[in-house]
């Protein structure tokens, strides 16, 4: 099985693609993230993020795909940006017919820690250890993309995904 986390931007779009093995190792397959430069205009730096989230599903071929769920904190405008990102998201992996699953930050630090309060370090070091990695994932919204596939992997028999 093929999974496809992401954390949602628009300035910074994490991707992490992990495979479980048959015997049920977690494997790394790619990660990475999808950039747009600070000035470029809303329309372009979201069709940007669709243009290459389309072509990094293309080539990997997802069997599903987990997004993190928005966090609202202080900062309205952020979110209203971070919002407008994961909407171009789940609109390119509903159009390449990729089973969704969206998950909360908490769930996802669960899952990967134990821990549903767990800070960013604890978060990259237990990434590290179960995909096998030789240095924590970098840069950080990589780091939680390879998280919440992680989560995606182990609710999918749950949420009935795969």
Same mark, same amino acid.
């Not at 979201?46 to 072509?55: F, G, K, N, P, S």
């Not at 699953?101 to 990434?127: L, R």
């Given at each position: 099985?093929?999974?496809? =986390?992401?954390? /949602? =931007?628009?300035?910074? #779009?994490? &991707? =992490?693609? +992990? @495979?479980?093995?048959?015997?049920?190792?977690?494997? !790394?397959? !790619? %990660?990475?993230?999808?950039?747009?430069?600070?000035?470029?205009p809303m329309p372009? @730096?979201? @069709? $940007?993020? &669709?243009?290459?989230? $389309?072509?990094?599903?293309? #080539?990997?071929?997802?069997?599903?795909?987990? #997004?993190?769920?928005? %966090?609202?904190?202080?900062?309205?405008?952020?979110?209203?940006?971070?919002?407008? =990102?994961?909407? #171009?998201? *789940?609109?390119?992996?509903?159009?390449?017919? +990729?089973?969704?699953?969206? &998950?909360?930050?908490?769930?996802?630090?669960?899952? +990967? $820690?134990?821990y549903g309060n767990?800070?960013? /370090?604890?978060?990259?070091?237990?990434v590290r250890m179960? *995909?096998?990695?030789?240095?924590?994932?970098?840069?950080?919204?990589?780091?939680?993309?390879?998280?919440?596939?992680?989560?995606?992997?182990? %609710?999918?028999?749950?949420?009935?995904? %795969?």
């Amino acid at each position: 099985m093929l999974a496809l =986390g992401i954390d /949602p =931007g628009t300035a910074t #779009v994490g &991707y =992490g693609f +992990v @495979r479980q093995l048959h015997d049920g190792a977690l494997q !790394a397959i !790619a %990660y990475g993230v999808i950039t747009t430069p600070a000035g470029q205009p809303m329309p372009e @730096r979201l @069709r $940007t993020i &669709y243009d290459e989230l $389309t072509a990094l599903i293309d #080539v990997h071929k997802p069997e599903l795909a987990a #997004v993190e769920q928005l %966090y609202f904190g202080k900062n309205i405008t952020t979110a209203i940006t971070v919002a407008q =990102g994961r909407g #171009v998201i *789940l609109l390119s992996l509903s159009l390449a017919n +990729v089973p969704i699953a969206e &998950y909360q930050p908490s769930i996802i630090k669960q899952t +990967v $820690t134990g821990y549903g309060n767990a800070k960013k /370090p604890q978060m990259q070091e237990m990434v590290r250890m179960l *995909l096998g990695l030789e240095t924590v994932p970098k840069p950080d919204d990589a780091a939680d993309a390879l998280a919440i596939a992680i989560t995606a992997i182990q %609710y999918s028999q749950i949420d009935n995904l %795969y």
